[in-house]
């Protein structure tokens, strides 16, 4: 199956955090990265005295069930390090499992696809990069892809 997993960081070495999850990803068992998104820079949202966030969004195949690859994306967060201090506060990593192919569910441990999707800049802009139709495995995100602002969205080029 085909998922799509947001990444984002604010601490540390950001681009090499970004690199380590997605090397970590291509390590769950069955699972490879197939595509990614470019690398973006955004404002914090919600808290917003912390570090600027760096965004991407790949798109990945996995044989693991979407609680499973759930379960990873966590270990993968735990085993970098990342410390749940806050809500929407700084973090070395965060993984999102934002669509699972035809897959949905929305419990308090799943919900997908993810509830943020439309409201978020920082997901919109990269998973349109990916998916230029504004639609993902029958999941349309087109006229909110359009009506967002993405004033606080940048690519981010390396110095
Ligand atoms: P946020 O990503 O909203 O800043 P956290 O990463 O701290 O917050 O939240 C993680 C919790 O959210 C996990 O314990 C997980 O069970 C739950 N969760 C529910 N749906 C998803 C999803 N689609 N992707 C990632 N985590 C999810
Ligand atoms: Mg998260």
Redesign the pocket.
Known sequence: MKSVIGLGTNIGDRLLNLKEALNALALLPGTRVLRTSSVYETEPYGFSEQPNFLNMVAEIETTLSPHAL?GG??GIEAGMGRI?EF??GPRII?L??LLFEDYSEAS?????P?PEIYNRSFVLVPLFELYDTGEAFGFQFQSAYQNHPKQDIKKYAAE
């Open positions: 759930l994306c966590l749940r809500k929407n965060d999102d499992l308090s441990e799943l919900t997908v993810h």
